[in-house]
């Protein structure tokens, strides 16, 4: 791969599996119960293997002060072209939930859209808080999220996109959007039109979700994944209309 997909943006650092050990939790209280990152990333990381999942590779970021953490693990399941991800976060200064998010790692590239957005399916840090049972949780529902990462995938492979759909479908995103910052706009423009790799040079969805997907990789960690999140229903909806826009169009044609 050319480079890693976790960027350490402004207030954070990258940082190591064994460097992510040495930072401390800070104190609990009666109602809330910090929890140190490395232990949360084990406890994930035992939950995958119990499921015969296993981790290919994992990279971290954390915030200057060590409350907040942002991991990217690497599934070895594969399917063409794409590696499954899990994407996770933590903060122990109740700034957010401990949460999980589903996605995929475009090989070639090294980038990464997520399913959806993190959604918090861990409860927050009380002190009744079980771990395993919450990772538990969000395991199984990322293990569902696999079929139709897979069918989405395809479905973008094969649609393909005029010059102009493709221009329309950057303005939307980014002017009615408003997703990402505009001065990426730029960039994403590149990408697609002037892609990098033979794997994208089809005027397709999935070009395009990659020329996003690249450019975003310069928003900070959390901002990164917001953003790739809600690209993908964006991206959905055109291929929605466009499915229908067919149906009725075949159903015309056999009057």
């Known amino acids: 791969m050319t480079e890693s997909v976790l960027i350490a943006g402004r207030g954070t650092s990258r940082i190591s599996r064994e460097a992510l050990a040495l930072i401390p939790a800070p104190q609990g209280t ?3 119960q910090p929890l140190p990152h490395i232990e949360i990333v084990n406890a994930l990381i035992e939950t995958l293997d119990f499921r015969h999942i296993n981790v290919f590779a994992d990279e971290y970021a954390v915030s200057q002060d060590g409350m907040k953490m942002f991991g990217l693990m690497e599934l ?3 399917f063409t ?22 996605g995929y790692r475009v090989m070639v590239c090294s980038n990464m859209a997520f399913k959806g957005d993190f ?20 395991v199984d529902r990322i293990q569902r999220s696999f079929e139709p990462l897979q069918k989405t995938v395809s479905q973008w492979r094969e649609r393909e996109l005029t010059e102009v759909q ?8 980014f002017v009615d959007g408003k997703i990402a910052p505009l001065k990426l706009l730029p960039q994403v423009h590149h990408h ?20 996003f997907t690249s450019s975003f990789k310069q928003l900070p960690p959390f901002q990164q994944f917001k953003a790739t999140g809600r690209l993908n229903p964006v991206l959905n909806q055109y291929i929605d209309i466009q499915e229908r826009f067919c149906n009725e169009a075949q159903k015309e044609r056999a009057i």
């Open 30 to 32: 009666q109602t809330h």
């Open 76 to 78: 070895d399941y594969e």
């Open 81 to 102: 072209g794409c590696r499954f991800s899990i994407g996770i976060r933590n903060a122990n200064d109740k700034s957010m939930r401990l949460a999980m998010t589903v």
């Open 119 to 138: 959604s918090p399916v861990l409860s927050k840090h009380s002190k009744n808080f079980n771990l395993i049972d919450a990772l538990s949780v969000g």
């Open 166 to 173: 493709a221009k329309g479908i950057i303005y939307d995103v």
């Open 192 to 211: 697609y039109f002037e892609p990098e790799y033979d794997e994208f040079q089809a005027r397709s969805m999935w070009s395009l979700s990659n020329a």
